[in-house]
Every structure is written in structure tokens, then in C-alpha cells.
């Protein structure tokens, strides 16, 4: 049997690994975070004041250095088990932010076109919500961490395809097919107008990458007829897996993923447009899930350095959200070996700390 790690996104597919080689990864991870923990505990930490508004001159002078800082990372690899974003420029990289006032600060690759892949699932998920409420997520999938890679096939087997959440590929495939619609064309139109209601443009879909990926999808379709087999959702499996192929290879740039993610940030409101695109009740549900299951099995790490929910994507794209403050977006296409864009994070952590906007670090 392989020891590898499975959908460990960058490069190819591969079998879930062992039960051997997890416990050693859970027995690596505590002893690594007992030595953080050591650490911050000895450490003098002097509480920051908590910046409750940010001047646009600092706000623009965070990009401009998040992006000067990290421009050279070179660190991860493009994911290939998609062919078509193997052949992505590596080097290119977008840093932008959106502000309440609809101000977009940006630098970089800002405008070049990239798949969204699975920040689409924060999309599809604001659809189910608004459609058929929060139960209906809670009980078809769940919205609890899987701890397992984004393409588990053992995180379904666990519970039954429940207990699980929208943001990997079986909780995101089953919340596809629980769209309501009387034709696929039907669901799709309510995906991709919603997705660039958020966006505050028409977006659409990148041919080279729905094809790649629908080539190569055999997994997702396996995951589809798994979770239909479960009962999580009604539609057709091989139409709920084609349709969430279809959203995963919608264009969008770093510019419009900022403009998105504000729109959650100000409580479904998107910022540029004012339009209303979802109720501001269904946000801290999507955020709480995207803080706990936001980067797969490193969303915990990611939650420790960071502090706020984000949402990647293997096509490069990363999201975070800062509630009431501002959404950003970036883009390189390079990811770690848990399928999540290196100099993506790299940039937000950055922008974060220069800005002092990580809630748990707010002391009064
Ligand atoms: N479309 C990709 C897949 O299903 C999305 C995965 C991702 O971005 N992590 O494999």
C-alpha cells in the first residue's frame, strides 16, 4: 500500500494514506505545537491596540509591501492532477483588497484570469442558505472539520457523508446538488448569476479548465454517487458532480475574489455595487465554516497564524475575510503540499499583522 498522502493537492491523485503513517503525522503535529505553544508562552507579548479603522494610505501601503515581500517566494508547486493549471504561469501573483467604501487596492497580476476551484464552494454554499436555510446545510452535510484531505473518500465513509462540510469535495458536490432547479441549466443560472452578483461582474467559465477537469474528474464523480448513495442530496450524482466541475472552472481575477470576499465581509453586501446579494444573517454561518474548514486539513494552522476565516482554491486563488473591515483576494498559482497557495498566504498573514486586524489579537 502507498504511504502517500491522498489529493495532497498539489501534483497527482493518490491513495488515502495508512493508519500508520496518520498517526505519525497526528504524533508530529502535537509535539510541533507543543514547541509553539512553549514558545509563546515565554515570550513577552505586548498586547497591540486595536486599530478600529484603517486609513486608505495604510491599507495601500500593506498591499504594496505584502506583495514586495512574498514576490519572490518561490516555494510549492502549481497543482497538475488538473492538467490544464499545470500550465499556469507560476510566477504570477495578485494581491487585492476591498474596503467598505468600495475601494479596490491592488497590485500585481490583479487582472489576469484564473479558475476559482474551490473558493467557488463558499459561493455555492451562500446559495443553498439563502434558498433553503440554515438546516438544510446542517443536516445534509454538516458543518464540522473532516481533519482529512479535500478529496476524502474515508471523511464520507466516517459518518455516512454527514458530519462533514460544503467546503471539501463531497460536502461541496452534495451542496451543488441540493440547489433547487427543475433542469441543470435551471441551477446553473442561479450559480453563476450569484457568483457574479458577488463578484459585481458577469463571469464565466474557463473551456480549457471545465474540460481538463471533467477529463480527469473520475474521483469526484465516485465522491458524487458515494453521497447520493447516502441520501445527502436529490439531484442526479453525475449532474451535481458536472455542475460543481462547471463552477470550479469559473474565471475570476484577484480583483474580483477581494470584491467577493467583501461582500461577506459586509454582510452580504457587496461593497462596489451595494447590491444586496445575500441575507446578512446566513454570513456568520459561511465565515465560521470557512475559519474551521477554510485551507482543508490546514485550516487549523492556518487559523493559529492568521486569524481569520479564508477560503483557497487549487487553481491558486486564496480569500480572507476580515468582518466589517475588508475582503481580499490574491492569486499565485504555486501551492503547499495541503493544496493552498504559498505566497497567497504568506500575503494575507502579512497584510493581517501590518494592519492588526486578527480578532484574537484585539485586547481592548
Ligand atoms: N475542482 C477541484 C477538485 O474538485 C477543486 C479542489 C480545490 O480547489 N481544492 O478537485
Known amino acids: ?32 505545537l507543543g514547541f509553539l505553544g512553549a514558545g509563546l508562552l515565554a515570550s513577552s507579548f505586548a498586547p497591540p491596540a486595536f486599530a478600529k479603522e484603517t486609513a486608505p494610505a495604510d491599507v495601500e501601503a500593506a498591499v504594496n509591501a505584502a506583495y514586495a515581500q512574498f514576490r519572490t517566494l518561490n516555494d510549492g508547486k502549481n497543482a497538475d ?6 500550465k499556469v504561469p507560476s510566477a504570477y501573483f495578485g494581491v487585492s483588497l476591498t474596503t467598505a467604501d468600495g475601494k479596490v487596492h491592488e497590485v500585481g497580476d490583479d487582472d489576469k484570469p484564473f479558475s476559482i476551484q474551490s473558493i467557488s464552494k463558499v459561493f455555492t454554499m451562500a446559495i443553498v442558505l439563502q434558498e433553503s436555510g440554515e438546516a438544510e446545510i446542517v443536516n ?10 479535500f478529496n476524502s473518500i474515508t471523511a464520507v465513509e466516517q459518518y455516512k457523508g454527514k458530519e462533514m462540510n460544503p467546503l471539501v469535495n463531497p460536502g461541496a458536490i452534495a451542496t451543488t446538488g441540493n440547489i433547487k432547479g427543475s433542469s441543470p441549466e435551471e441551477v446553473w443560472n442561479k450559480i453563476i448569476t450569484t457568483y457574479s452578483a458577488f463578484a459585481g461582474r ?9 474540460k481538463s477537469e471533467s477529463d480527469t474528474n473520475q474521483r469526484n464523480r465516485a465522491i458524487g454517487e458515494l453521497m447520493s448513495a447516502y441520501g445527502r442530496f436529490p439531484m442526479d450524482p453525475l449532474v451535481a458532480t458536472d455542475l460543481y466541475t462547471r463552477q470550479c472552472s469559473v474565471n475570476v481575477t484577484s480583483h474580483d475574489l477581494s470584491v467577493m470576499a467583501a461582500t461577506l465581509a459586509f454582510g ?8 444586496q446579494v445575500i441575507d446578512t444573517k446566513h454570513v456568520p454561518g459561511i465565515l465560521s465554516v470557512m475559519a474551521t474548514a477554510g485551507l ?50 504568506a500575503a494575507i498573514v502579512d497584510i493581517v499583522n501590518r494592519l492588526n486586524v486578527n480578532p484574537y489579537a484585539q485586547f481592548g
Do not use: C, H
Not at 5 to 32: C, D, F, K, V, W
Not at 81 to 86: E, H, K, R
Not at 202 to 210: A, F, G, H, S
Not at 329 to 340: E, K, S
Open 1 to 32: 500500500m502507498s504511504q502517500t498522502r491522498p489529493g495532497r493537492g498539489a501534483a497527482t491523485i493518490q491513495p488515502e494514506s495508512g493508519y500508520l503513517q496518520m498517526t505519525e503525522i497526528l504524533t508530529n503535529r502535537r509535539s510541533a
Open 81 to 86: 492532477y488538473i492538467p490544464a493549471l499545470a
Open 140 to 149: 445534509s452535510v454538516g458543518v464540522d472539520a473532516t481533519g482529512q484531505v
Open 202 to 210: 458577469q463571469l464565466e467559465v474557463n473551456k480549457e479548465v471545465y
Open 296 to 345: 482543508y486539513d490546514d485550516s487549523g494552522k492556518w487559523l493559529f497564524k492568521a486569524g481569520v476565516p479564508a477560503k483557497s482554491g487549487v487553481g491558486g486563488g486564496l480569500i480572507a475575510v476580515v468582518p466589517g473591515r475588508f475582503g481580499v483576494g490574491t492569486f499565485a498559482p504555486p501551492l503547499d503540499d495541503a493544496g493552498n497557495s504559498v505566497r497567497g498566504q
Open 268 to 275: 452580504g453586501r457587496n461593497p462596489v455595487t451595494k447590491k
